[in-house]
């Protein structure tokens, strides 16, 4: 899916109360220096949650399941605007 843009632009247009990715660690960002480097699925989770419903800059109707030994994905919360 991040790399389809036709399928993002459906999933985007579909109206979506919530989101739910699960196996966040692959929702990646990371600050090389002063620059913040993301992968296509961050960049679609962003592009997906900006147009949830119940969108605020601070809660973008995003929900990231993560295990509980998985800190990579504690780097995509914070990233995505969550908890």
Not at 63 to 80: E, F, M, P, T
Request: contains cysteine; positive net charge; glycine residues 10%.
């Amino acid at each position: 899916m991040a790399r389809n843009e036709d399928l993002q632009d459906k999933l985007c247009a579909a109206g979506w109360d919530l989101v739910i990715f699960d196996e966040a660690h692959k929702l990646a960002a990371h600050f090389f220096g002063n620059k913040l480097e993301k992968t296509g699925r961050f960049r679609l989770a962003e592009k997906v949650g900006a147009q949830t419903c119940h969108y605020r800059k601070s809660n973008p109707g995003i929900l990231i399941v993560q295990s509980a030994q998985d800190r990579a994905a504690d780097n995509a919360s914070g990233c995505l605007g969550g908890a």
